[in-house]
């Protein structure tokens, strides 16, 4: 695995300077924990090698939204790409410059629209025409101008999971470039409405630079068409979607190999240039860390049931991925099994079938790669708190987000009148 965060000291896992064992002990768990040394490093890792257009940077939010994640990155000079009301109030809260907040989504509704145009973002990323009309409209009640950049999906394949390919014909994101040309012809009609650039992503999890290389090929002929018709035109946004080793096999796309592929291309198109990592960014500078409850024996076959399952990383169940594990305390000796979660669902499991680490009940294990699209997809289903996350800085440590209570699970609900009285019955502890 690529990275210095996390690494083995006299047998015992560490987060930077600080034992994993000692983070479980303080925080309880399952617990994620944040590298804030490898997110800064990555960042500045992919700033440096595509120094040459000098881009501005949008991380993408709903790899890790975290208020801390999201200020470490503020703080390192990235702008956001959000695709929310709720992500615009989070990058606000963190002390985004808005001008450097661009705003993605299928379906942004008319509160979220009015959120940004108020707070005065760098451009919408219109995803269909009607949303187009639906800006011009609510510009025009604010009495303000609104910037926007079609995402154009350019059909092609990036090689990765088919729930995380967002450029290909038959995905929903985005116009086929057919239809791009017109689509902009009519904005450009539309009242308080500037024409700012063109956006596209082509999909997540992506190890090879050439579907990169084949997406601005097509875009570049667009982007020469779009800058004669219309003066505002100055941004090219290529989204994110590099990918990492979650395998140990496998081949992350490095900052500089990506840089080589794009950046002849990005010269050569002369837009200013966004782009959008998320998951290269945060992934691999966080790992969640659970204990084991139960080692099971059934059918022979070896179940290690933990106290993280799906609610709290939803990706192998959602997406098939891997995540390596790794115990907290070294040891050489392995057992075959699957590691499964407390969830009463068949698909809640963290590991398939695998050579884990031969651990016994009140073990801890270290699932590996998991500081994007981890916490920020967790729920709390079957009624579990989602769990604690703390920010590691040399040898600090630092809770960055308290573990949910069992009153935060019912806030906001209401058990109706009748039932009002149980409350005094319930025990204090709670
Ligand atoms: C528009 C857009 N930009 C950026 C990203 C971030 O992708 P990744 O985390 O793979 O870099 C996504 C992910 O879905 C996206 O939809």
């Given at each position: 695995?690529?990275?210095?965060?996390?690494?083995?000291?006299?047998?015992?896992?560490?987060?930077?300077g600080?034992?994993?064992?000692?983070?479980?002990?303080?925080y309880?768990?399952?617990?994620?924990v944040?590298?804030?040394?490898?997110?800064?490093?990555?960042?500045?890792a992919?700033?440096?090698?595509?120094?040459?257009?000098?881009?501005?940077?949008?991380?993408?939010?709903?790899?890790?939204s975290?208020?801390a994640?999201?200020?470490?990155?503020?703080e390192?000079?990235?702008?956001?790409?959000?695709?929310?009301?709720?992500e615009?109030?989070?990058?606000?809260?963190?002390?985004?410059?808005?001008?450097?907040?661009?705003?993605?989504?299928?379906?942004?509704t008319?509160?979220?629209?009015?959120?940004?145009?108020?707070?005065?973002?760098?451009?919408?990323?219109?995803?269909?025409?009607p949303?187009a009309?639906?800006?011009?409209?609510?510009?025009?009640?604010?009495?303000?101008?609104?910037?926007?950049?079609?995402?154009?999906?350019?059909?092609?394949?990036?090689?990765?999971?088919?729930?995380?390919?967002t450029?290909?014909?038959?995905n929903k994101?985005?116009?086929?470039?057919?239809?791009?040309?017109?689509?902009?012809?009519?904005?450009?009609?539309?009242?308080?409405?500037?024409?700012?650039?063109?956006?596209?992503?082509?999909?997540?999890?992506?190890?090879s630079?050439r579907?990169?290389?084949?997406?601005?090929?097509?875009?570049?002929v667009?982007?020469?068409q779009?800058?004669?018709?219309?003066?505002?035109?100055?941004?090219?946004?290529?989204?994110g979607?590099?990918g990492?080793?979650?395998?140990p096999?496998?081949?992350?796309?490095a900052?500089?190999?990506?840089?080589a592929?794009?950046?002849?291309?990005?010269?050569?198109?002369?837009?200013r240039?966004?782009?959008?990592?998320?998951?290269?960014?945060?992934?691999?500078?966080?790992?969640?860390?659970?204990?084991v409850?139960?080692?099971?024996?059934?059918?022979?076959?070896?179940?290690?049931?933990?106290?993280a399952?799906?609610?709290?990383?939803?990706?192998?169940?959602?997406?098939?991925?891997?995540h390596?594990?790794?115990?907290?305390?070294r040891?050489a000796?392995r057992?075959r099994?699957?590691?499964?979660?407390?969830?009463?669902?068949?698909?809640?499991?963290?590991?398939?079938?695998?050579?884990?680490?031969a651990?016994?009940?009140?073990?801890l294990?270290?699932?590996?790669?998991?500081?994007?699209?981890?916490?920020?997809?967790?729920?709390?289903?079957?009624?579990r708190?989602?769990?604690?996350?703390?920010?590691?800085?040399?040898?600090c440590?630092?809770?960055?987000?308290?573990?949910e209570?069992?009153?935060?699970?019912?806030?906001g609900?209401d058990?109706?009148?009748?039932?009002?009285?149980?409350?005094?019955?319930?025990?204090?502890?709670?």
């Open positions: 695995m690529s990275g210095l965060a996390f690494l083995y000291r006299a047998g015992r896992l560490y987060a930077e600080v034992s994993v064992e000692r983070l479980a002990e303080i309880g768990t399952p617990l994620y944040y590298s804030r040394r490898e997110i800064g490093a990555r960042y500045r992919l700033a440096r090698a595509m120094a040459p257009v000098r881009p501005l940077i949008c991380y993408s939010v709903k790899a890790n975290n208020l994640v999201l200020g470490a990155l503020r390192e000079g990235a702008g956001f790409d959000i695709v929310s009301g709720g615009l109030y989070r990058v606000r809260r963190a002390g985004a410059d808005p001008a450097r907040v661009v705003f993605a989504g299928v379906g942004k008319e509160e979220e629209i009015d959120y940004a145009l108020r707070e005065g973002i760098l451009f919408f990323t219109v995803e269909s025409e949303e009309r639906r800006i011009s409209a609510r510009a025009v009640a604010l009495g303000c101008r609104a910037r926007v950049a079609f995402r154009v999906n350019p059909g092609v394949n990036p090689r990765t999971h088919r729930y995380i390919t450029g290909q014909r038959e994101f985005g116009l086929d470039p057919d239809r791009a040309l017109a689509a902009y012809e009519m904005a450009a009609q539309l009242p308080n409405i500037e024409i700012a650039g063109l956006h596209m992503h082509i999909g997540s999890q992506i190890l630079p579907p990169y290389v084949q997406a601005l090929a097509r875009a570049a667009l982007c020469a779009l800058r004669r018709r219309h003066a505002a035109f100055e941004w090219l946004d290529i989204g979607g590099m990492i080793d979650y395998m096999d496998q081949e992350p796309l900052p500089r190999v990506f840089a592929a794009v950046l002849p291309w990005l010269k050569k198109i002369g837009l240039v966004i782009l959008e990592p998320g998951r290269s960014l945060v992934g691999p500078a966080g790992l969640l860390v659970c204990r409850q139960y080692v099971k024996d059934s059918y022979r076959k070896k179940f290690v049931i933990a106290d399952g799906m609610n709290d990383l939803i990706r192998p169940a959602l997406y098939e991925a891997h390596e594990v790794w115990p907290v305390r040891t000796r057992i099994g699957d590691l499964v979660g407390p969830i009463c669902e068949s698909g809640d499991f963290i590991a398939l079938d695998r050579e884990l680490p651990v016994r009940e009140g073990d294990l270290a699932v590996m790669n998991a500081g994007a699209y981890g916490f920020s997809m967790a729920s709390n289903y079957n009624s708190r989602r769990p604690a996350e703390v920010m590691v800085d040399g040898a440590h630092r809770l960055i987000r308290a573990r209570s069992w009153a935060d699970l019912v806030r609900e058990a109706g009148a009748r039932h009002e009285n149980r409350r005094k019955e319930q025990p204090d502890h709670v």
